[in-house]
């Protein structure tokens, strides 16, 4: 259930669904972190435990979408510090349905495998030559980052997907990552 509705003449109204474990890492100790997403976002959060069920409302459009991204993060799995980036104009949140790229429980134990990679190589490379974070929950995969940042980890997410060797992802991000540092340097100049 997600929908974008006018409560009243100046206020929208978003609601949505999240995993019901997700709820306490949204409300965070003592509701700070509702708090901070309420103050930060300018909107107003409500929260139904029992049934995982969140409303945002605001006067302004833009604030809902801005505080449905940082809700969305936390709910698959990002920490409530990193999900609160989506504040800052440049950046970015992706999640990846695995829900049509599986025919069983198998292929999902798989493909989170490969993301994941021994021992999270596969995951820590990602991160660390786009600069994005990733997380893995349920049947689904998340991005948060900058926006390139974020292409370029979706990029190399659905190479492992598709069955690309690591070792091509690892060259594919190397030679992506050469290109952003000397776009940087371009920028400087």
């Known amino acids: ?24 890492v949204l409300v965070g100790p003592g509701g700070q972190i509702k708090r901070a997403i309420e103050r930060e976002a300018k909107v107003r959060l409500e929260i139904d435990s029992k049934e995982g069920e969140v409303t945002i409302s605001s006067d302004d459009g ?11 993060a936390i709910s698959r ?7 609160l980036l989506l504040l800052k104009p440049d950046y970015a949140f992706e999640a990846i349905s695995l829900i049509d790229m599986i025919r069983n429980k198998n292929d999902l134990e798989r493909i989170k495998g490969r993301v994941i990679g021994e021992e999270g190589k596969a995951r820590r ?7 994005a974070h990733i997380s893995i929950y349920g049947k689904t995969i998340g991005i948060l980052g900058e926006i390139e ?11 492992l997907v598709e069955g690309s060797p690591h070792r091509n992802v690892y060259k594919f ?3 992506q990552h050469k290109v952003q540092a000397r776009n940087e340097m371009i920028g400087k100049e």
Request: overall charge neutral; charged content about 30%; hydrophobic content about 40%.
């Open 62 to 72: 833009l604030n809902i979408f801005i505080a449905k991204e940082v809700v969305r």
């Open 125 to 131: 490379v990602i991160e660390d030559l786009t600069g």
């Open 173 to 175: 991000l190397e030679r």
């Open 1 to 24: 259930m997600r929908h974008t509705t006018m409560a009243s003449q100046d206020e929208f109204r978003y609601e949505l669904r999240i995993p019901k474990d997700r709820i306490g």
């Open 77 to 83: 799995g990002f920490n409530p510090d990193l999900a």
């Open 149 to 159: 940042q974020v292409t370029t980890a979706r990029r190399a997410i659905e190479m």
